[in-house]
């Protein structure tokens, strides 16, 4: 059976998360149904990162097998065709080796969080960022950020409910930097992510952007591998995944 690589975007916002859930519906139930309307042989559809509710991609990575060899760029029309009218779409189709997965094949995973920090309320952006009111400190949080990066045990950012089986990973960069029109960007990379975890930490970046923590207390909070000196999970709604390696 030919396999094939899908590059993905889609607004998160409907969806109960990537992942095929029993509570709504999710963005890989969506690619799936329309698989099925291409292809009579059951489909297995598996995605790079497996993003919560309400968190957006740019550049998902997912696979599937189909038993119909496929143009790449009919493929990408047709499923594109057959997801009218819902918020997901097909950037790209690649035939790949019948070894390549999405998800243990990457290398590096990418995201970016979007918070916009002033006082009036969003309005196109609704949905699609954190807005936080009160002036915050980019060089700040982007200095106490350098704390979380390299090799850690990360039991403070981990939601309680992570399936992983160990806390520790290696985060390779962790980025805070003003954008245009009042926004703030974090970009966070690393091979995995532990569940949240990206939420997580910058919900506490956020205590020290405010002013409520120093870059001391986000070290100590790492180092008590303890899910309770979390500062606060940040919404779900300023989340992308943008990017994965392989």
């Known amino acids: 059976m030919p396999r094939y690589k899908l590059l993905i975007e889609y607004d998160g916002t409907d969806y109960v998360g990537w992942q095929r859930q029993a509570n709504g519906?999710?963005?890989?139930?969506?690619?799936?149904?329309?698989?099925?309307?291409?292809?009579?042989g059951p489909i297995g559809l598996r995605g790079a990162g497996r993003t919560d509710s309400g968190v957006h991609a740019s550049a998902q990575v997912g696979?599937?097998?189909?038993?119909?060899?496929?143009?790449?760029?009919?493929?990408?029309?047709?499923?594109?065709?057959?997801m009218r009218p819902e918020k997901v779409a097909i950037l790209a189709a690649e035939a790949v080796e019948d070894d390549f997965d999405a998800r243990f094949s990457a290398k590096a995973r990418h995201y970016l969080y979007r918070i916009v920090n002033r006082r009036a309320p969003l309005t196109y952006d609704h949905g699609r960022a954190w807005l936080i009111k009160r002036r915050l400190d980019p060089e700040a949080m982007h200095e106490a950020a350098q704390v979380l990066t390299g090799?850690?045990?990360?039991?403070?950012?981990?939601?309680?409910?992570?399936?992983?089986?160990?806390?520790?990973?290696?985060?390779?960069?962790?980025?805070?930097?003003?954008?245009?029109?009042?926004e703030i960007n974090i970009r966070a990379s690393a091979r995995a992510f532990l569940h949240r975890q990206v939420r997580s930490m910058v919900g506490s970046l956020e205590h020290v952007g405010s002013g409520k923590w120093r870059a001391e207390d986000l070290s100590q909070a790492l180092k008590a591998r303890d899910r309770a000196r979390c500062g606060q999970v940040a919404p779900a709604a300023g989340l992308y995944l943008i990017g994965v390696d392989y």
């Open 25 to 40: 519906l999710s963005v890989q139930e969506v690619i799936e149904t329309a698989c099925k309307k291409l292809d009579p």
């Open 63 to 82: 696979h599937v097998d189909l038993q119909k060899i496929w143009r790449t760029d009919a493929l990408r029309d047709a499923l594109n065709a057959h």
């Open 151 to 182: 090799h850690h045990d990360f039991s403070t950012f981990r939601d309680s409910e992570c399936q992983a089986e160990s806390p520790v990973r290696t985060l390779d960069r962790l980025d805070v930097f003003r954008a245009p029109h009042d």
